[in-house]
Nanobody, 128 residues
Framework: VQLQASGGGLVQAGGSLRLSCAVSTRTFSSYVMGWFRQAPGLERRFVATISRSGRATYYTDSVKGRFTISRDNTKNTVYLQMSSLKPEDTAVYYC??????????????????????WGQGTQVTVSS
């Protein structure tokens, strides 16, 4: 399983970006997906997760109301729509996947150690 993240860039505070993560697998709808971010000098931290069906999502408090995670199971892609961006959102953003076909279709994962597959990361820089 390979993950390819894209969509990062430089944006002014208050702006928006949409990250995409394409997943190479024939069973994408069996995977729980997540987004994490890592700022310089800090550990990689949870941002958002979505269940394999897309019916359930969960966000870290600092992005609630500003970020939206979604997925298109016909395109093997998960998205992170980021709005009202702040300088503190600056980080490398990583997508992650874990096979969860035996779990409920509302099951999601917030812990990075529970994800088996990771993308290469995409840089998001928010200027003040």
């Amino acid at each position: 399983v390979q993950l390819q993240a894209s969509g990062g860039g430089l944006v002014q505070a208050g702006g928006s970006l949409r990250l995409s993560c394409a997943v190479s697998t024939r069973t994408f709808s069996s995977y729980v997906m997540g987004w994490f971010r890592q700022a310089p000098g800090l550990e990689r931290r949870f941002v958002a997760t979505i269940s394999r069906s897309g019916r359930a999502t969960y966000y870290t408090d600092s992005v609630k109301g500003r970020f939206t995670i979604s997925r298109d199971n016909t395109k093997n892609t998960v998205y992170l729509q980021m709005s009202s961006l702040k300088p503190e959102d600056t980080a490398v953003y990583y997508c992650a996947a874990d096979e969860a076909g035996y779990y409920s279709d509302t099951y999601y994962i917030t812990l990075k150690d529970h994800y088996e597959y990771w993308g290469q990361g995409t840089q998001v820089t928010v200027s003040s």
